[in-house]
């Protein structure tokens, strides 16, 4: 009887049928984020800038790198493309930035390439990047907040108004905002180990250019992020290539 009992046991695991495989959830992100905040270590990025309503049009793509410090960005390198106008690179390191090219193409005394300035490293560029940094804590944390975590996606809403009480970013990514309260909608993909590999967000485009324009359009980023915790080394451009003077 036993070894009756024993044998249909064993053909019963063998007629049971397959659980599907789901995807583990993701590490809590914050955490994720703030393990990888190490000095001399950062994140590269990628990032397209669609309007659309009547139709589709690329604005810009951008593509960088992040370096941190333990509280999360201490300095920048991105760079800038557009139908529109020329190439952009912009350098944030520290309190000061430095531009190549963009709206200082041609503006430059003879010999220097870069413009030296004070300020947040969004550049001329800025103006249509993505409003979302996942590199940075707070800036995070209010996503986690507002939004809802679904295994490996986080989804919500935030305002400019709030986006702005949390994020240096933010500033530097729509310094002629018009309308704080504004809602931009968000989803974050996560990698297992929690990190952000993807942001994408989009938000009404009315009064952003400082005219109603756009009305019914809206501006959507798409970034992606690669290479969290890699070594990254970003320094300020050649002191002699810098000046902080440019023609109107």
Known sequence: MKKTIIALAACGAVLAPAVPAHAAPAE???????SKLVAGHGVRFTETTVLSGDGKITLQKRKGAFQFDKK??????ITATSKSRPRER????????YTSGGIYAGKLASGATWYKSRGLPGGGAGFHGQVINPAEPKTLAALVKKGRLSGRTLTGKITFKDLAKVSRWFDASIPL??????????????????VVSRVK??????????TNAHEGKTITIDSRFTGWGAKTRIK?????????????
Request: net charge negative; proline share 5%.
């Open 201 to 210: 967000s989009s938000y009404a485009a009315t009064g952003v250019f400082g």
């Open 28 to 34: 809590d992100p914050l955490r994720a984020l703030k």
């Open 90 to 97: 912009v350098i944030g390191v520290g309190t000061y930035t």
């Open 236 to 248: 300020a451009p050649d002191p002699g290539k810098v000046t902080t003077e440019a023609a109107d």
């Open 177 to 194: 905002r018009m309308h704080n309260d504004t809602k931009v909608s968000y989803t974050l993909t996560l990698s297992a180990s929690g």
């Open 72 to 77: 999360g960005i201490a300095a920048s390198d």
